[in-house]
């Protein structure tokens, strides 16, 4: 049902020009969160560098999967990117024009382009609207279609996320996660978007219904031609949709390459670690590969490391890696990675996910 | 044969509220022998958790035990008083629940909260209770144990935290653990540490393990012999290999099809279960996977099929040989 209404909307929709050109340019983009103490006189004690200094861009026609553990800033990421959270500094090019420098108006009509979708169906809808009222707001506020044209588009998104057109008048709680998640993405897709960002879009949904709703965002992908940012901790579903992969740890990108190149061949000793931590659903492979287990927690983004930030928990850490801090470079073609000892440890370590 | 250290016989547990009576349990059996991990697995709403509360006699208010045996060492647990329950539960079955958190008393140092089992059922005096405290956090390796004891919970980062419940759980040495999602709440790293140390600790003090989750990856690599549960149902039971390398139940044949693997890259769709878990609150005589079930016949609509043995020691409730006709290879 889903499908034909989708192909249907193709025709309209798509925009495959363009295809494989940068949309989006994140260039040395920070976000610091002032750490504020006293009650009349405030002062500012030091801050939270959630994001620091980090770049990267994405292609018209991708997915681009970031992946971190939690306090990494890859939700921080997202919202700065598309100004929820306003940036300490750095650049965000939207197709050449720089969001971080538009005036709210400006910024307003941009805003139909760049979408988001939220990790939480349940804090994420208004439970006193409608399932009708959610999905057409964005109409509303951007004073676009008639409300008898909005009428028609919020059923035709329904049913394009999979949903019975005759829920329009229901309210949120009256639908599980996985239908909430759809009603979240009709909203985000009801502008029309070029460029979505998926914050954990699944991972509050049950592993059934977490399949459901990572093939209606690919056939979305490729109906409309989204672009999308998809930030997920869970590596194994990040593999499953992305064509590229960026590492965050502790407000860094640390390595960042093609799906295939980081999975296989991944050159960051954190990387490593981290691939070699997820289990896999399978008892032969499980026996049979080594795991990196890393010592001690993420260190807390307010007070970072001196140095590679990695280097209170890599194994491989030497002195120099306290000192100096080491730059993202291309060490093979786009394949991008932050360590200065890469290559001796390429040498010295199997890639994670091979099984000897 | 060694006797089994936990038997679980033909549990039922409800739920009555106002929408009718959840049936979250519906007369589930399975054994834990003396070492060994068993796993418990499905999705949010399953019973899975209850199934575990059960064995302990911990079900919330208004639920209710309304059938069944849990026989631990040959005695039925759910026949004992609270007096008699109370010297079992943290003495020689313990249990790790999910967030630990809200599982610690925020208000009470770390040392207090763990020498009180010791001084209740082993009645240590609390310089025995505290040396013994501090191995136990010596052995889950939190750094510090002697000086890092006399802080709070607040103090301590969730991996850590997990590490002080586990620690606590193994002060009184019991003979079986129920981890109920311990590491859901951690980051992937965390959590690789976590089940580690769990699984080092079983082979070392060899104590059996229930491993209750969603995450089919972690019973995997942990879990001797693996309980698939659907809707209070055990729908599929067998040894782990036997499991991943023959699944006979749609429902964990779904599973395993419809989750992305790190370890490949799949080019084709994933294929998802269609449809979402069932309302417990109407539980008729149908197989309960029936409404999502692309393998359903006639029967599955009239009668919920037993468990039936179809291989060595691998058990399914299924009316259909989803092999019949079809590809084994596509599991």
């Not at chain 1, 990040?238 to 999975?263: N, P």
């Not at chain 2, 999502?292 to 058990?315: D, K, Q």
């Amino acid at each position: 049902m889903a499908e034909t209404s989708i192909a249907e909307l193709a025709g309209t929709l798509t925009r495959k020009e363009g295809w494989g050109e940068v949309l989006l340019d994140v260039k040395d983009l920070q976000v610091y969160f002032p750490i504020r103490r006293g009650l009349i006189f405030e002062r500012t004690l030091g801050h939270v560098h959630a994001v620091d200094g980090i770049s990267f861009n994405v292609k018209r026609g991708e997915t681009l999967g970031l992946v971190g553990e939690s306090g990494c800033g890859k939700t921080t990421t997202g919202r700065a990117v598309l100004q929820l959270q306003k940036p300490t500094g750095g650049h965000v090019f939207y197709e050449g024009k720089d969001l971080v420098t538009l005036d709210p108006n400006e910024l307003r009509r941009y805003r139909r382009d760049l979408q988001i979708i939220f990790q939480d169906p349940f804090a994420s809808l208004d439970p006193r609207m409608t399932v009708g009222a959610i999905i057409a707001e964005p109409l509303e506020i951007h004073h676009l279609l008639t409300p008898k044209e909005r009428e028609e588009k919020v059923r035709e998104l329904l049913r394009i996320v999979g949903l019975n057109p005759y829920f329009v008048n229901r309210y949120p709680h009256e639908f599980s996660g996985g239908q909430r998640q759809r009603i979240g993405v009709a909203r985000a897709l009801i502008l029309d978007p070029e460029f979505i960002v998926c914050d954990e879009p699944i991972s509050a949904l049950d592993v059934s219904i977490q399949a459901q709703l990572i093939n209606l965002l690919e056939e979305l992908q490729d109906q409309l031609g989204l672009t999308y940012l998809f930030i997920a901790h869970d590596l194994a579903v990040v593999r499953h949709i992305s064509t590229r992969v960026a590492v965050m740890y502790v407000g860094k990108i640390v390595e960042l390459a093609d799906r295939a190149d980081l999975y296989d061949l991944p050159l960051h000793p954190y990387t490593k670690a981290l691939l070699s931590a997820v289990p896999v659903p399978d008892p032969t492979v499980e026996k049979r590969r080594s795991r990196i287990i890393m010592q001690g927690d993420v260190p807390n983004p307010a007070n970072p490391p001196s140095g590679c930030r990695f280097h209170t928990r890599c194994p491989f850490a030497k002195p120099e890696c306290s000192e100096a801090e080491p730059p993202l470079e291309e060490v093979q073609p786009s394949h991008y990675v932050a360590c200065f000892f890469w290559k001796e440890i390429a040498e010295r370590v199997a890639p994670p996910l091979s099984v000897n | 044969m060694p006797e089994p250290l936990l038997e679980v016989k033909n549990l039922r547990t409800e739920f009555p509220t106002r929408e009718g009576v959840v049936h979250a349990v519906n007369g589930i059996s399975y054994t834990v022998m003396p070492g060994e991990a068993v796993g418990i697995v499905g999705e949010s709403g399953c019973g899975k958790s209850i199934s575990a509360l059960s064995v302990l006699n911990l079900v919330p208010v208004p639920g209710r035990i309304v059938g069944g045996e849990v026989l631990f060492e040959g005695q039925d647990l759910l026949k004992y008083s609270d007096d008699e329950i109370r010297k079992v539960r943290g003495n020689d079955i313990s249990m790790i629940f999910q967030d630990p958190m809200t599982s610690l008393n925020p208000v009470l140092s770390i040392l207090r909260q763990m020498t009180e089992p010791l001084v209740i059922h082993k009645g240590m005096d609390m310089a025995a209770a505290e040396r013994r405290s501090v191995e136990m956090m010596e052995m889950v390796e939190i750094p510090f144990a002697r000086t890092r004891i006399r802080e709070y919970p607040h103090n301590f980062s969730g991996g850590m935290r997990q590490r002080v419940m586990i620690a606590m759980m193994l002060a009184c040495e019991p003979k079986l653990v129920i981890c109920d999602e311990p590491t859901t709440a951690l980051d992937v790293t965390i959590q690789a540490q976590i089940l580690d140390l769990l699984n080092r600790l079983r082979q070392d003090l060899g104590m059996a393990v229930i491993m209750i989750t969603h995450d089919l990856g972690i019973v995997a690599g942990l879990c001797d012999r693996i309980n698939v549960m659907y809707a209070g149902y055990i729908v599929e039971k067998a040894g782990t290999e036997e499991l991943f390398a023959n699944p006979r139940h749609p429902y964990t044949l779904g599973l395993l099809r419809s989750i992305p693997r790190v370890d490949q890259s799949i080019r084709q769709k994933l294929v998802p279960i269609e449809g979402f878990p069932p309302d417990l609150t109407r539980v008729g005589d149908s197989c309960p996977f029936q409404p999502r079930c692309v393998y359903a016949v006639e029967r599955s609509e009239e009668e919920n099929p037993p468990l039936t043995l179809v291989g060595e020691e691998h058990w399914v409730a299924c009316w259909v040989n989803v092999y019949e006709g079809k590809e084994q290879s596509d599991g």
